[in-house]
Every structure is written in C-alpha cells, then in structure tokens.
C-alpha cells in the first residue's frame, strides 16, 4: 500500500501562513510515501518566491516530485524571456526537481508532464513527446503497480491530445491542478480503459476561487484507490469526503467505501 499526498497551486507569493502552517502539520501526521505537486509553485516566478517554495519542499515529510504551471513561467509582460527561455528559473530555482521525473516501485509508479506552453497563459498541451515518454516510462513497469501521470492542467484547459489516450496507454491515475477546485472522477476510453482523475484544489494560497484551501490523500492499494478530500476549516485541515474506486480489468469503477 502505498499514500501519496497531491499538493497544487501553492503560489508562494501570495500564501496564507496559518494555512501552510496547518498544512505541514497535517502532511506530518499522515506521513505520505510521496508528495506530488502539481504546478504553480510561485505567484509570479520570482526568486524570493522560489525560494519560499523550495523551503517548503525542504520541510515536508516524504519525497517530492513537482512540475510547474503556468504561474511558473516566465511572465507575459517579460515577452523575450517568456519566448526563449519561459522555465530557465523554474529549473535554476528548483534544482533535483526534473519535471520528466519518474518515481517507480513495486506498488506506484509516478511520472511527471509539464503541460505548460510558452505561447498561453491558462491553457496547457498534452503532446505526442508526452505520451511518448508515458509509454517509454510504463514500458517496464511492475505488472500490479498502479501507474499515475500528473501534470497542471485538467482536460478543460488542456489542448492537444484529450486525457482517454493516458487511458489507452494503461494510466490508472492522474493527478492535476490550475482551477483551484478539487474534484474526481473516472474518465473512459472509448475501447474500455478508463482512469481516475484527481484535481486538487489550492493548497495554501489566497488565491481561492469556489473551494477553500486543500489537498488529496491517495490511497494506493491495488486494484483498490481511495481518495481523500482535505479540506480548510478556518483551524485545521479536516477530511472533506472520500471516494473509492476498484480496477476490473483496464476498467475503474465507483465503489462504495466499507
């Protein structure tokens, strides 16, 4: 069995600092196996807000992976650096931290997509180099582990190729971010794979649109997943509502919790 907390839009730079507080608190009683986060580390990707990020992943309780979003990049208003080199500071400022990374064991295999694009600030782009590396990175992958893809931007702000080829190619999970709302369903290919999609809402930041701060907990215990929704109360952070799925087949289906 394994846990994995899924973390996104943290935006240091305009972070709440009883919620982050209260969030590492919380992440330190569960003691995930894996902490995934899935883009917008920074407000507006300056190096005082790195640095508040990088010093948070320092303190967490379990191995990181991260990807950026688009608040990540090089801002729209620095054309030039936007254009050449939209993630320079994201790489200098996060060192170790490789979006393409891949985390693999005999139970949960983790791997990292950067949807960003250089040319949008909201819309992202899954490309044939993503699934590309997808296959390339599940090619060897433990036959019971459960395979999961994160990456910022779910399938409404996601151009290029519709999230049912991840599906297509065995993904069991995907985790994403940007809207700063937590949801989760099963998605369906249409050949009869299906995937389970996890959106967290923002973690720490003021940024909040319908949802208050939060984070996912996910259970890995295949062909078994549960979700925990964490949510904000004003005081600490508490289980919002949890889901469960079960893998028959290449097909997830809802289950109802013991």
């Known amino acids: 069995m394994r846990t994995v907390a899924h973390?996104?839009?943290?935006?240091?730079?305009?972070?709440?600092?009883?919620v982050t507080h209260a969030l590492l608190e919380d992440l330190h009683h569960y003691r995930p196996d894996l902490v995934i986060v899935s883009g917008d580390l920074t407000?507006?990707?300056?190096?005082?807000?790195?640095?508040?990020?990088?010093?948070?992943?320092?303190?967490?309780?379990?191995?990181?992976m991260v990807v950026p979003g688009n608040h990540d990049l090089a801002p729209l208003y620095r054309p030039l650096k936007r254009l050449f080199q939209p993630r320079v500071k994201f790489h200098y400022q996060l060192p170790g931290h490789a979006p393409g990374a891949?985390?693999?064991?005999?139970?949960?295999?983790?791997i990292g997509l950067d949807s960003t694009t250089r040319?949008?600030?909201?819309?992202?782009?899954?490309?044939?180099?993503?699934?590309?590396?997808?296959?390339?990175?599940?090619?060897?992958?433990?036959?019971?582990?459960?395979?999961?893809?994160?990456?910022?931007?779910?399938?409404?702000?996601?151009?290029?190729?519709?999230?049912e080829a991840l599906a297509e190619r065995g993904v069991d999970l995907v985790l994403t971010g940007h809207v700063h709302r937590a949801h989760v369903e099963v998605i369906a290919a249409p050949h009869g794979q299906s995937l389970v999609l996890v959106q967290a809402s923002t973690a720490c930041s003021t940024r909040l649109r319908e949802d208050a701060n939060g984070y996912c907990l996910v259970t890995v215990d295949m062909p078994r997943l549960e979700v925990a929704v964490q949510g904000w109360t004003g005081e600490a952070f508490?289980?919002?509502?949890?889901?469960?799925?079960?893998?028959?087949?290449e097909e997830w289906r809802v289950i109802a919790r013991p």
């Open 102 to 110: 891949v985390w693999s064991d005999d139970e949960l295999v983790a």
């Open 7 to 18: 973390l996104s839009d943290l935006h240091f730079g305009r972070t709440d600092p009883t």
């Open 238 to 249: 508490h289980t919002v509502r949890r889901h469960a799925f079960e893998k028959k087949g």
């Open 119 to 163: 040319l949008s600030w909201q819309a992202g782009r899954l490309k044939p180099g993503h699934l590309d590396h997808v296959e390339r990175s599940l090619a060897d992958a433990p036959e019971a582990a459960c395979r999961s893809v994160f990456l910022h931007h779910p399938p409404g702000n996601l151009a290029g190729h519709p999230f």
């Open 43 to 64: 407000q507006r990707a300056r190096s005082h807000q790195f640095a508040e990020a990088r010093a948070f992943l320092a303190r967490l309780p379990a191995p990181v």
